[in-house]
């Protein structure tokens, strides 16, 4: 294996092992930045010495003692922090640290309650929504500051700067590394909930930039969204979002041709569906469903994704039945992007003037004035009612009001299509 093979491997070990290593780490320092830095120290150390020595068998072990050695060190050099050192000497002290432990067996109970915690910890409500994202894809999802930079168009000094704004905030507010009791859990894990969604919308349709979609955004979060089923195996919603993102991540490979241009639901080649990603989503719905108690939002959508994951052709779609979902959803997440959906639906169960009603109501919404949907929407219901002049304008505001170069193409294409006549409903 070539040196650069090797530190390949090498990289992809510690960034399966980063998550772990952390939230192991804050346990034992009370600090997810001071954490954050310590398996740093241990993977730099890493990357100095496997490439000769060999990745451990048990590589998380290594980086965990490692660190730890660091945590000690870096306790005995500051005097405020003996409080810290004994406590975390305490915690070693029936582990001898000159050999590598057996991870699995001394880890074996607490690796769950950590990961648990640092995944509520780094989606505490006293951080922003964008603050949540970017510490989640950096401590849980083992991006680096320039990736998340690049995958939301920001600067990497933009997002340097609110990574340690929120570490810094979770410090000051004295938020406790440690999973939330049982009054405050469903709060928080609706935050977790939307912070895994978030990250992977931003994949699956980019905001801005120059690709309609970013693929690894999408795995991240679906990562996450299995890492959490995992840590809470009793949580319906836990399983209705992994099942969603599971079975929405199955069409990535047809939603673009060849030359990278969007192709939409009704036109991909269901072929390249990912049958195996389905299959994942399938079962997750199924423990979903299985757990009982109300659907919840992330569950329906993932009943939807499903309805579209049984038709083998876009024409064996059951529409009446999503059109029902969207109304169930819209009652548990009243918003004017679900009823645009619905409205979508509508159109293919019962018809493009059934819709364009729905979607005129709809334009009146103050959250949808600059959404760019919302006139691709009108645009290919007026197609469809051979009002060709109309359809080309709304076509036209799309492109305007999109900030992704590849849907803005999509939009003026679709303009110049419009102008050719309707199509059949």
């Known amino acids: 294996m070539t040196d650069a093979r090797t530190r390949a491997a090498i990289e992809t070990v510690i960034r399966l092992e980063s998550a772990r290593l952390i939230a192991g780490l804050a346990r034992y320092a009370g600090d997810i930045g001071l954490a954050e830095d310590l398996a740093q120290d241990a993977v730099v150390a890493a990357l100095e010495q496997w490439p000769a020595e060999g990745v451990p068998r048990n590589p998380g072990a290594w980086l965990m003692t490692v660190a730890k050695r660091r945590a000690i060190d870096e306790f005995r050099r500051s005097a405020e922090r003996d409080r810290k050192y004994a406590q975390v000497a305490r915690a070693l002290q029936a582990e001898d640290t000159s050999v590598t432990p057996d991870f699995d067996r001394v880890f074996a109970d607490e690796i769950d309650d950590d990961m648990m915690r640092l995944i509520f910890t780094a989606c505490h409500p006293v951080l922003t929504v964008q603050a949540r994202v970017a510490l989640t894809l950096r401590l849980l999802g083992g991006l680096t500051t320039a990736e998340i930079a690049r995958a939301y168009l920001l600067p990497e000094s933009a997002i340097a700067q609110r990574i340690v704004r929120a570490k810094r905030t979770l410090a000051t507010a004295g938020v406790p590394f440690e999973t939330p009791d049982a009054a405050e859990r469903p709060a928080r894990l609706a935050s977790v909930l939307e912070v895994i969604y ?8 980019a905001t801005a930039g120059d690709d309609w979609m970013r693929p690894d955004l999408c795995a991240e979060a679906v990562r996450l969204g299995r890492v959490l089923a995992q840590l ?28 990278g241009k969007p192709v939409l639901l009704l036109d991909q080649d269901r072929a390249r569906w990912d049958r195996l990603l389905i299959s994942r989503g399938f079962a997750a719905l199924e423990k979903a469903q299985t757990l009982g108690g109300e659907r919840g939002p992330y569950t329906l959508q993932a009943f939807i994704a499903a309805c579209h994951a049984q038709a083998v052709r876009a024409e064996d779609t059951d529409w009446p039945r999503i059109v029902a979902l969207y109304g169930e959803l819209a009652t548990v997440l009243p918003s004017p992007v679900v009823e645009l959906n619905r409205a979508v639906a509508v159109s293919l169960a ?53 900030r992704n170069e590849r849907e803005r193409e999509l939009s003026a294409e679709r303009a110049r299509a419009s102008a050719s006549g309707p199509v059949p409903p």
């Open 198 to 205: 978030l990250i992977f919308n931003e994949g699956y349709s």
């Open 232 to 259: 809470m195996p009793a949580e319906p919603e836990v399983h209705g979002l992994a099942a969603l993102l599971e079975i929405q991540a199955s069409r990535i490979p047809a939603r673009t041709d060849a030359d």
């Open 350 to 402: 019962y018809g493009p003037q059934v819709a364009l009603d729905l979607v005129d109501q709809l334009a009146a919404e103050p959250a949808l004035r600059d959404y760019h949907l919302v006139p691709s929407v009108r645009g290919d219901l007026l197609t469809k009612l051979g009002r060709t002049t109309e359809a080309r304008a709304e076509f036209e505001r799309a492109a305007a009001l999109t």
